[in-house]
Each structure stands twice: as C-alpha cells, then as structure tokens.
C-alpha cells in the first residue's frame, strides 16, 4: 500500500467511524424520546422532548455532512498519480503534505502530518490544476509545490 493510499484509507475509516457514531448517537435519542414519552407529562416533558428534537437535528445535520465526505472520498482512486493537481492529489508544499479532498482533521501516517483539505478551500483551489514547481501566496504566506503524486 502506497503512502497516499494509506492516506486515503485512514480518512475513509474515520468518516466512516464518525458516520456510525451518529447513527448510533441519533438511534439512542429515538429510543430516549420513545421511553420519555411513555411516562411523562406535563411543561419539563415537552422542555425534554423539545431539547431531544433539537439535538437530533444536531446530530443528523452531522451525519448528513460526514455521508456528503464519504460520498467525495469514495470516488476518489487513491492509486492514480497525475501530474497537475486533481482531487485526491498528495501534494507537498512548504513541506507539508496536503491531501486535496475534503476537509478533515490532521492525521499522522508512518509519523508524517497530512492536512485533508477542500478543493474549494482558498488553498485547495490555487493548488488545483497547478503542478510541481508552481509558486503562489496567499494571506503573505508563499508556497512552492514541491511534488504532487
């Protein structure tokens, strides 16, 4: 498995961990508002079921974004090197390397940072299309793409 596949992998499972938390986390507020609707009444019954409610909506907007981030990753092949910058592209910069995907966290593979980030991101959109060797700034900071893979 190639570093940028290792990469991919690990982004994959963490949406797809955080996909099963939601559900988990949304399933377990169904069943909390099921059993409290059965033996309560009353202004602090309806307060609780209102707050439920809400955060249900909390959770499912979540799960809704982590779907729509597994969705981006799932079409992304992970063994396709290219020259110019596309999404799922590995770039170093400044050296840093930068996963253009979707925005994630940091991780750390084989004790190397990598930044997951949008293509629409201010980054991600000067990176995308450009290749090795391109220069640019943005916000006073220069950047030189070092390798794309």
Same mark, same amino acid.
């Given at each position: 498995?190639?570093? +940028?596949?290792?990469?991919?992998?690990?982004?994959?499972?963490?949406?797809?961990?955080?996909?099963?938390?939601?559900?988990?986390?949304?399933?377990?507020?169904?069943?909390?508002?099921? *059993?409290?609707?059965?033996?309560?009444? #009353?202004?602090?019954?309806?307060?609780?079921?209102?707050?439920?409610?809400?955060?249900?909506?909390?959770?499912?907007?979540?799960?809704?974004?982590?779907?729509?981030?597994?969705? !981006?990753?799932?079409?992304?092949? &992970?063994?396709?090197?290219?020259?110019?910058?596309?999404?799922? &592209?590995?770039?170093?910069?400044? #050296?840093?390397?930068?996963?253009?995907?979707?925005?994630?966290?940091?991780?750390?593979?084989?004790?190397? %940072? !990598?930044?997951?980030?949008?293509?629409?991101?201010?980054?991600?959109?000067?990176?995308?299309? %450009?290749?090795?060797?391109? +220069?640019?700034?943005? *916000?006073?900071?220069?950047?030189?793409?070092?390798?794309?893979?």
């Amino acid at each position: 498995m190639t570093f +940028k596949q290792k990469i991919h992998s690990h982004y994959l499972q963490m949406v797809q961990d955080r996909i099963d938390v939601f559900k988990d986390m949304i399933s377990g507020l169904t069943e909390d508002s099921k *059993n409290d609707a059965k033996g309560s009444a #009353g202004d602090k019954h309806e307060t609780a079921l209102s707050m439920m409610h809400i955060e249900q909506e909390k959770l499912t907007n979540k799960l809704k974004e982590s779907i729509a981030q597994k969705a !981006v990753l799932d079409k992304i092949d &992970s063994s396709k090197n290219t020259e110019n910058i596309i999404s799922g &592209s590995l770039v170093k910069a400044n #050296g840093i390397y930068l996963y253009v995907s979707v925005a994630l966290p940091k991780i750390a593979i084989d004790g190397i %940072n !990598v930044i997951a980030l949008s293509p629409q991101s201010p980054l991600g959109n000067h990176l995308m299309g %450009n290749k090795a060797g391109f +220069k640019f700034e943005i *916000n006073k900071t220069h950047y030189t793409i070092e390798s794309v893979l």
